[in-house]
């Protein structure tokens, strides 16, 4: 009786023709087979969630900004620009072109960038609005970029960020939202355009322009130069809504000396002109952001231009209790997974209010603070057993305990 050859089942190749063949109970399969049902699955798997992008539940600008409400505090300006900009966009991609369009108009995304201080929610409004939406969302930092060729990351290596993001689903991918953060970082060093590279300034401005626009972007899915053998995966940035925000420190004097060269003349009316020093931002304009340092095709690749203001005491008590994520709560389910419940006297808020704003460290401020008041309790509590089973926070527990942290140590500028 001739001996059984063993082949593969699904091509007939011989073992000697394959890398690698795999037994089964019943039969075999080659490498290449293998390789190629992958591919099989995943398209099928990219057709299934394309149909899903075309179903998202996109809600109204008014409905948007009701999800905002729940998580940021204050900042109705802003809210109101992102839920217009994001409902424009999203209604663009989500539209099937109509045969009967005659005349093909064809609508371009708006782009958003966000002035403003440290710790005023920049971040949290991108990812509050990723969430709701539920697609692919990351956050690329825009200090780490360098021009092609230099230490650090290529502008590419934010829609790996993405791809990941999207489990490497092309498709899902591209109807994504991407937040550039720190981007008044790569400004321009000098008033007068380069003549040579300048390795994390107007160069990198000038590579995003091509994935702010819209182009078909070839992407080293893992990063660049760390696996140069892999293969690229092609994105197009048509549909990708780009957020950018950036603190633009010092831009204010920009703002202040731009409405100063407006009211000299003798139509000036001091009571119209009442100009609120205290927060500028509210008066900018894209061209500040050109003085500031930004390549006018830049500038004009994020037509959507917002501010957020500085936050007050009011502001940041609310940001303590109110929003669905508020810092009080989420350290009160920290001690209730401990069996402790954790409460808050109302002079002990007001006490880290000022502290936040005595640092000038914003929202984020208020968590350092937090974390320094209760450090102690966190490491001593959960080993007392049941002998603790509440822990209110008064004022002078919170002024002892401050005292004695790091962060009270930090001196005012």
């Excluded at 899902?172 to 040579?196: V, Y």
């Excluded at 925000?245 to 000299?264: C, E, W, Y």
């Excluded at 008066?283 to 930004?294: H, M, N, R, S, V």
């Excluded at 508020?326 to 209010?353: G, H, P, R």
């Amino acid at each position: 009786m001739a001996k059984e050859v063993d082949r593969c089942s699904f091509c007939g190749r011989l073992k000697s023709e394959t890398n690698v063949l795999i037994a089964g109970l019943e039969g075999h399969i080659c490498d290449l087979c293998v390789e190629q049902a992958q591919t099989i699955v995943r398209e099928e798997m990219s057709s299934k969630h394309e149909l899903q992008l075309g179903d998202i539940k996109l809600l109204k600008p008014i409905e948007i900004k009701k999800y905002l409400d729940q998580y940021v505090i204050g900042q109705e300006d802003a809210k109101r620009v992102l839920s217009v900009a994001v409902y424009n966009h999203y209604k663009r991609i989500t539209q099937a072109p109509s045969k009967k369009d005659e005349e093909e108009i064809e609508i371009e995304k708006s782009n958003i960038i966000i002035v403003g201080e440290t710790g005023t929610g920049k971040t949290l409004l991108a990812r509050t609005i990723a969430r709701m939406l539920h697609v692919p969302f990351c956050i690329a930092d825009a200090t780490v970029l360098t021009e092609a060729g230099y230490v650090g990351e290529d502008v590419e290596s934010i829609l790996s960020r993405l791809l990941q993001a999207a489990d490497y689903n092309v498709l899902a991918a591209e109807k994504g939202i991407i937040f550039i953060d720190e981007i008044d970082k790569i400004a321009r060093k000098s008033d007068n355009p380069s003549i040579t590279r300048d390795v994390s300034g107007e160069g990198v401005q000038q590579a995003l322009l091509k994935l702010l626009e819209g182009a078909d972007v070839n992407v080293p899915p893992q990063g660049g130069r760390k696996h140069p053998e892999q293969k690229m995966i092609q994105v197009n940035t048509r549909d990708i809504l780009f957020i950018a925000g950036g603190a633009f420190n010092s831009i204010d004097k920009i703002i202040g000396s731009r409405l100063q060269t407006n009211i000299i003349g003798y139509s000036f009316d001091k009571e119209k002109e009442q100009i609120d020093k205290e927060n500028m931002l509210q008066y900018i304009a894209p061209g500040d952001l050109k003085t500031f340092g930004l390549i006018p095709e830049i500038v004009g690749r994020l037509p959507v231009l917002t501010h957020l203001n500085p936050l007050d005491k009011a502001a940041l008590k609310r940001i303590l209790i109110e929003p669905k994520n508020a810092l009080t709560k989420q350290f009160a389910k920290l001690f209730a997974m401990d069996n402790i419940n954790l409460s808050f006297e109302e002079d002990a808020l007001e006490y880290m209010v000022e502290k936040s704003v005595e640092f000038k460290l914003g929202a984020r401020g208020l968590r350092s603070i937090l974390e320094s008041i209760l450090t102690d309790a966190m490491f001593e509590l959960p080993s007392n057993g049941e002998d603790t089973s509440e822990l209110r926070i008064t004022l002078e527990y919170a002024q002892s305990k401050f005292k004695n942290s790091n962060i009270s140590r930090l001196r005012v500028a």
